[in-house]
């Protein structure tokens, strides 16, 4: 039995001997004792305070008996729910419980974040990133075994739940969240997921891992953005060793470096931005230090420009890439005028 459980077990059986001294005390009493009589006796004796008894018991020897049968069974309740009380504080239930609280109050309040739906090797990468790049997030997995494997990452929201159930997604805040990754055991459960998210919030982005490339197009018929398979993504990093060893060890110096985080950031330019209409020199985007301006997606062609001419007049829903850090994103970000 949990320490839960033997907590709320203890005050039933409180309640439970509270009842059968009511009972027992109103029976024996007879006619001369009145309910609020009986309540009285059965407080002061499962208190164990000992005030003076509404009557005198010295007449009436089965009242004499049931007094000292009662008195038995009190202290065994008590001695039950100061154990059970001492295990629930002295253990840390009181302080899960309370921790708890104070993480879904912090959930309640995350806006733009990522929901990261599974606990495995995929997804402590994913969780990984997301804290190098200061990304809020929240973490959705059915087993606590798998989310307590996570504190060795750091101090991360999560929620031990069903993410294919609408009440888990909504406790998680997708109603409020840029995008969801889910990284499950099975396409099945992915696929399951992705209907259920894309049902909740026809707008948020949706990637998942597709564990067999035959699933990918019917996870995206489900909803999702995009499918990625890290069988694909293994076999091209291990091709790319041997071809190309100096391009992957500059890659992984970047995606590794802890000092600085440096990583290719993409911002959209939406309507109203500050930028809209001025050439990128004139943006001063490029004045920013800690970011590098490598690339420009014109939409809705979707063309890409790679290392852009200072002249370019930026348009609405243009993406800018940048190598950057993340104060480096910040700033751009605060240039551009991003909500």
């Known amino acids: 039995m949990t320490r839960r459980n033997r907590l709320l077990l203890s005050f039933a059986m409180f309640f439970i001997v509270l009842g059968i001294g009511v009972a027992g005390f109103k029976t024996l009493g007879g006619k001369d004792w009145s309910l609020l009589d009986s309540l009285y006796m059965t407080v002061i004796t499962l ?4 005030y003076e008894e509404v009557a005198d018991l010295s007449a009436n020897p089965a009242a004499r008996i049931f007094a000292v049968v009662f008195i038995l069974l009190c202290l065994g309740t008590i001695a039950f729910a100061v154990s059970s009380i001492t295990s629930f504080i002295v253990e840390g239930e009181l302080k899960n419980i309370l921790g708890r609280k104070k993480m879904e109050k912090k959930i309640s309040k995350l806006r733009d974040h990522y929901i990261v739906c599974g606990a495995d090797e995929t997804a402590q990468t994913i969780i990984e990133e997301l804290i190098l790049t200061k990304r809020p997030f929240v973490v959705v997995d059915p087993l606590q075994e798998n989310l307590d494997k996570l504190t060795a990452l ?29 990284s499950l055991p099975t396409d099945e459960a992915n696929l399951f997921v992705t209907l259920t998210a894309r049902n909740l919030s026809p707008d948020i982005r949706i990637v998942t891992k597709g564990i067999h490339p035959k699933s990918h197009k019917k996870i995206k018929k489900a909803g999702a953005n995009a499918a990625v398979s890290p069988t694909f993504i293994g076999g091209m990093r291990m091709v790319s060793e041997m071809v190309r060893p100096a391009v992957v060890g500059f890659l992984d110096n970047m995606l590794r470096e802890r000092d600085v985080v440096r ?3 993409e911002v959209l330019l939406r309507s109203g931005s500050k930028i809209i209409g001025r050439t990128i020199a004139e943006s001063k985007i490029t004045d920013v230090k800690e970011a590098l301006l490598v690339g420009l997606r014109r939409s809705p062609a979707e063309t890409y420009e790679f290392k852009p001419a200072l002249d370019t007049e930026l348009q609405v829903d243009d993406v800018l890439f940048f190598i950057t850090t993340p104060d480096g994103l910040k700033e751009v970000e605060k240039i551009v005028g991003v909500d």
């Open 154 to 182: 750091g101090e991360i929201l999560f929620i031990q739940g069903d993410p294919a159930e609408d009440e888990v997604l909504i406790s998680a805040g997708i109603a409020e969240a840029k995008g969801i990754l889910l």
């Open 47 to 50: 208190s164990t305070v000992g």
């Open 263 to 265: 990583r290719v950031e």
